[in-house]
């Protein structure tokens, strides 16, 4: 589960998304919605500084709080496909038929 790291309580606007920044502060940029907008530079709503730590997802919660989340590393392990074995293909003979003697015409 994930834990508040800093109360901000900012409030946010409709078609945008927040995100905790390299600085750790928090920032906004406009949303790409279909083929319109390919979406905004990025715009710093807050200043927080908070220090990230490895090993840790920081995000904005609902609340407007920074908050953060342990990553999921590893995961399950997944089973190895088999090989599939290689198969000779067999060749098929070709059937020989026997050559009948030509008869000779008398005449």
Sequence with gaps: ???????????KEDGYLYFVDKQGDISRAKMARGK??????????????????????????KKGDVSRAKMARGGKKRK??????????????????KKKKAKKRRR
């Design 36 to 61: 319109k907008g390919r979406g905004g530079k990025p715009q710093k709503v807050a200043k927080v500084g908070v220090k990230k730590q490895k090993g840790y997802l920081y995000f904005v919660d």
């Design 1 to 11: 589960m994930a834990e508040k790291v800093a109360k901000v309580g900012v409030k």
């Design 80 to 97: 190895k496909k088999a090989k599939k074995k290689a198969t000779k293909k067999k060749t098929a003979k070709k059937k020989t038929t």
